[in-house]
């Protein structure tokens, strides 16, 4: 039987003073956040005094708890919100509620993605299209919103430098080819350029646009390659700096982006990545 992994991680940063505070009064929309990375992006907002939009695709319960925990743990209002982000109807709804309950938006953390893996010459038209129906035209839609929005309120002072800031969530393999994964790569690869492209647009209306790229982070979405020993110490094969990451961990990232911290920053992907896009294969000389 194998054996689960021994690790000892760091503490779980819990947010200072002045970090509850980084992002009060701001109106955030998480997609995909009723879990995983999102879940604690959502959060993470939360405390650093945002409202927040838990956006969700299908399990209520779940988002549902994560609002109450927004409410009970953060002090700040929190609502969920259903919608299939590859769907151009039901984003302008939920765009709309979001209007209607909180006023406007300050942040879009476009985080919904799935995967559906299968060898390059085996994959389905239907796998190949829903991966980039959700995982890229969901984000293309969800910014076109939230640039509207943005453009018509344009910059607030007291609430922040920018008229609004958007955190796409992409990956290391929008530069690490991935075999058997080749519709989840181009995906990723295509929301680099999308939001290089957003970024280099909108930068003269000040409005922000960059990514995080998650390296290998324990999720539901990737239990299999860490829940044994075995796999952990293949996983951290690949990771220099020898832990997985957390949720927490990226959703840090994302705070300071969407945070006036950041105010100079645009059109780049931070890597979140503990070494992984630094390629240790090489790291004897290749």
């Not at 290391?172 to 995906?187: D, F, K, L, M």
């Amino acid at each position: 039987m194998s054996q689960k992994p021994t690790e000892s991680f760091p503490p779980v940063i819990t947010p200072s003073l002045d970090q509850q505070v980084i992002l009060k009064g701001q109106k955030a929309l998480v997609t995909g956040a009723s879990s995983g990375i999102g879940k604690q992006v959502a959060i993470a907002l939360g405390h650093a005094g945002a409202d927040v939009v838990v956006n969700y695709a299908s399990d209520a319960a779940t988002a549902e708890e994560t609002v109450q925990e927004i409410k009970q743990r953060c002090g700040t209002n929190a609502i969920a919100v259903k919608a299939d982000v590859s769907d151009e109807e039901q984003v302008q709804a939920m765009f709309q509620t979001m209007f209607r309950a909180f006023g406007t938006i300050d942040i879009l953390v476009n985080n919904a993605g799935l995967q559906k893996d299968a060898p390059f010459d085996e994959m389905s038209l239907a796998y190949w299209r829903k991966v980039i129906d959700v995982n890229l035209t969901g984000q293309f839609l969800c910014a076109r919103e939230a640039v509207r929005e943005f453009k018509r309120r344009g910059v607030v002072q007291t609430v922040s430098c920018a008229a609004g800031k958007i955190i796409c969530m992409s990956s290391v393999h929008e530069v690490i080819p991935w075999a058997g994964h080749v519709n989840y790569a181009t995906s990723k690869g295509g929301i680099h350029m999308m939001m290089k492209t957003l970024a280099q647009e909108l930068a003269p209306d000040r409005i922000r646009v960059n990514a995080i790229g998650p390296g290998a982070i324990r999720t539901p979405i990737n239990t299999e390659a860490w829940d044994t020993a075995e796999a952990y110490a293949a996983l951290m094969t690949l990771v220099p700096y020898k832990r997985i990451g957390q949720p927490e961990d990226i959703a840090n990232a994302a705070v300071f982006l969407a945070s006036d911290l950041a105010d100079y920053i645009t059109g780049v992907t931070l890597f979140v990545d503990g070494g992984m896009t630094c390629y240790p294969g090489f790291a004897t000389g290749g």
